[in-house]
């Protein structure tokens, strides 16, 4: 029975069959799963980029916030799953934003404290519309949280310190440095990239968490430095 | 009960054909020396075959082929009709067997697991549990049945098979083919692969009669009778069993001639050889429908809740997505859209996340600026859908969903009239128009009285208010009678609406009236 292995036509039969059996292999395990995440983060980004333009009226804010917040997760030591679901959680943070009316994301004149709880509620709305997404709950936690102060000043919930999960310090501070540098109608001038890294540095230890704080200023101080390089040659 | 008389007439009928078949093959070919060893063999790996079905295609489509088949083919060439017909008999008692062991087994699984106090199952359980499921999922439908019956329909069906295999190996003998069991000739084109071919077509030709002439005894077409009700069933069992099928039947054929080839030469391995192409398609066709609708699942879910701004829309958008499968599905457009003008109904209106509450929720007349940000949403829709993967087939179905039949309405294209708009569109443009004129958004506010503030409890939305006696406004208009609503889709027939749209949603509501799911 073996003897008749070296006939060339089962060996030809058999090649194929291995060919075609690797190769759907490879696809269904390596290739698919690489280009499903691929399309669910270029889906969730424009998603974001639907609700800012309805927030701001200019998009690009949560692709900014999402590389500025991994680029400090990775200067912390956060790799892999995690890493991913601060990246997720950084592009949809602000999705509450969607069913929040326009008319008071967009007043220039100071709001009344009834419509800043209705903005408020943007984290917690956000939070609630990725719990109903199986693949996207565990960003839930970073998002009802990521307007958290380390000093306890923040919102929602006012919590304190190591009480935030890491995640959401992380946002925090990515994510209002963004907001500092760029231009809105209730605050017209945006703050040039060194005055909102002075502002960051100044509130380390009262609205952010040192160490992420620290974390930050190395990213930027390296991107300044390279920079500075690009412009010296 | 003149019918039943004739069922038991056939089913007598084919129990003679089948001993007839076997009878004949036991004569005219003698069985191959050893062919014992080959035939368990062969009963185990069809058995193995008949219980775990392969999904040869998106998992909506039914291409659910048994990989059974082939391997008789591959038996009747290899170890003659008889020897075949042996394995099909065999392989139908095993598989009962098996199937219904493990569904008994699955159940009392189940059972135990679930009286566990802990909720994580731990992950061979799983796997073992999937496995008998999936093994026993052919007996679980006919638990239910009497064995009596169960019993006729499976030596029915059984003496069909052994019909099939037997005619197909005895045209195979015919047409000049070696058993590839006994003899060590060089195989060429005329003493292997054409009375191959034959055989399965054979094999075939008997499978598709015999059905037609079961379909045609048992379930006859009302209003048609004689030969054109044979004729009319034939076309039927063409476009509905035997096309969609044609694509998985060439490659089973395939498979089964190097499964015929690689049994004679290198015995068992042959069938290792030839099933793993099939298990790793399988994975690979599993994979993808599920992660695929996965990834739809999540983006649509999401994308819908970013449109609940106001408590109205949710059930809005979830009865139009309702109405549009079902209208698509009573004007047969293709499983693709079927499939996908779910998602379309769900987010329709997402062009509208641009535009500011203040104009959408207006009750009093719009200026012409908000009219133009209004009419901006089809086109923003499709903008924003136009970056979601395997959605760009609906980015047009949402960008003219406004848009008249006969070129009015919105966005503003040039010269496009009603032949360029898909005919989803239309479709969601009917869906979205009837549920907008029979749905009261009223429900959707709270009732508050406008002269005094007085709040109802229990919910109730009285008239008059209780507290001071003042009439309550209404600030949405009152909702159209079903009546209104179809007088005023069949009015904008033609002009604003697309006539073969409308006509199904007529007959479809008269056959099935207008009650929905989502509502």
């Not at chain 1, 919590?159 to 963004?178: H, N, T, V, W």
């Not at chain 2, 003493?191 to 037609?212: D, K, M, S, T």
Request: negative net charge; proline residues 5%.
């Amino acid at each position: 029975m073996l003897a008749n292995l070296s006939d060339p036509a089962v060996l030809i039969i058999t090649g194929i069959a291995l060919s075609i059996s690797t190769l759907s292999l490879y696809i269904s395990h390596v290739f698919l799963p690489a280009k499903m995440k691929e399309a669910y983060l270029k889906s969730i980004t424009a998603l974001a980029a639907a609700v800012e333009t309805k927030d701001s009226g200019t998009v690009g804010h949560a692709m900014r916030v999402a590389e500025l917040a991994v680029s400090i997760a990775k200067k912390l030591g956060i790799t892999g799953n995690e890493l991913e679901r601060i990246q997720y959680a950084a592009l949809l943070r602000d999705i509450g934003k969607a069913i929040i009316p326009q008319a008071i994301l967009n007043k220039i004149e100071p709001l009344t404290p009834e419509e800043w709880k209705t903005v408020q509620k943007h984290s917690e709305l956000g939070a609630e519309m990725v719990r109903a997404v199986p693949f996207l709950a565990n960003t839930a936690d970073y998002i009802v949280h990521h307007h958290e102060y380390w000093d306890g000043t923040g919102y929602p919930d006012g919590q304190k310190g190591e009480g935030i999960p890491l995640g959401s310090r992380i946002l925090a501070i990515a994510s209002d440095y963004d907001a500092m540098t760029s231009q809105r109608p209730y605050h017209p001038r945006a703050l040039e990239p060194e005055e909102a890294v002075e502002e960051i540095r100044m509130d380390s230890g009262s609205k952010y968490d040192p160490t992420v704080v620290d974390a930050f200023l190395e990213v930027v101080n390296g991107h300044m430095t390279s920079l500075e390089k690009v412009k010296a040659a | 009960m003149g019918s039943l008389r004739v069922y038991r007439i056939l089913q007598f009928l084919s129990f003679l054909g089948a001993a007839a078949t076997a009878y004949f093959a036991w004569w005219c070919v003698p069985v191959p020396a050893h062919a014992w060893h080959s035939v368990a063999w062969f009963v185990l790996f069809a058995t193995l075959a008949e219980l775990l079905g392969v999904m040869m295609g998106p998992e909506d489509s039914d291409l659910e082929v048994t990989p059974t088949s082939p391997i008789y083919w591959a038996a009747a060439a290899v170890l003659g009709p008889f020897s075949a017909i042996i394995v099909c008999i065999l392989c139908g008692f095993l598989s009962d067997l098996v199937s219904s062991t493990s569904y008994h087994l699955a159940t009392s699984l189940d059972s135990i697991i679930s009286s566990k106090q802990t909720h994580c199952t731990s992950r061979i359980e799983r796997y073992v549990s999937q496995f008998l499921h999936k093994a026993g999922s052919t007996w679980e439908p006919r638990a239910q049945e009497n064995w009596f019956v169960m019993l006729n329909r499976d030596m029915m069906y059984m003496s069909a098979v052994v019909m099939l295999v037997g005619i197909g190996g005895l045209t195979y003998h015919w047409l000049g083919g070696v058993l590839l069991q006994s003899s060590n000739v060089v195989l060429s084109l005329r003493n292997f692969i054409l009375p191959f071919l034959g055989l399965v077509a054979a094999a075939l030709a008997v499978e598709w009669c015999l059905h037609l002439i079961v379909m045609v005894v048992i379930d006859p077409i009302p209003g048609a009778n004689g030969l054109y009700g044979v004729l009319l069933r034939m076309k039927l069992i063409l476009i509905e069993e035997v096309l969609p099928f044609a694509r998985a039947q060439l490659f089973l054929i395939v498979v089964a001639l190097q499964m015929a080839y690689l049994f004679s030469r290198i015995g068992v391995l042959g069938f290792i050889v030839a099933a793993m192409p099939i298990v790793a398609l399988r994975d690979f066709f599993h994979n993808w429908v599920t992660r695929r609708s996965a990834y739809l699942d999540t983006i649509t879910t999401l994308a819908t809740y970013m449109q609940h701004y106001h408590p109205y829309t949710r059930g809005h958008l979830k009865r139009v997505a309702e109405i549009s499968t079902r209208l698509a599905r009573e004007l047969r457009l293709p499983a693709e859209s079927i499939r996908h003008i779910g998602h379309a109904g769900l987010l329709h209106d997402i062009g509208k996340i641009a535009v500011s509450e203040e104009i959408l929720d207006k009750t009093s007349k719009l200026e012409p600026e908000e009219w133009e940000k209004i009419k901006e949403h089809p086109l923003k829709g499709a903008e924003i859908i136009s970056h979601l993967d395997f959605l760009e087939g609906i980015v047009d179905w949402i960008k003219y969903h406004h848009k008249w039949h006969d070129g009015r309405g919105y966005p503003l294209t040039n010269g496009s009239d009603g032949a360029n708009i898909p005919i989803e569109a239309a479709i969601i443009a009917v869906a979205d128009s009837f549920d907008a004129m029979t749905d009261d958004r009223e429900l959707s506010l709270e009732w508050i009285c406008d002269s005094c503030g007085h709040k109802p409890e229990n919910n109730e939305r009285p008239r008059k208010c209780p507290n001071c006696g003042a009439e309550k406004r209404r600030t949405y208009r009152e909702p159209k009678t079903l009546d209104g609503a179809i007088d005023e889709l069949r009015r904008g027939a033609g002009t604003q609406f697309h006539p073969r749209v409308v006509k199904a949603f007529l007959s479809m509501i008269e056959r099935d009236g207008v009650h929905l799911d989502a509502r």
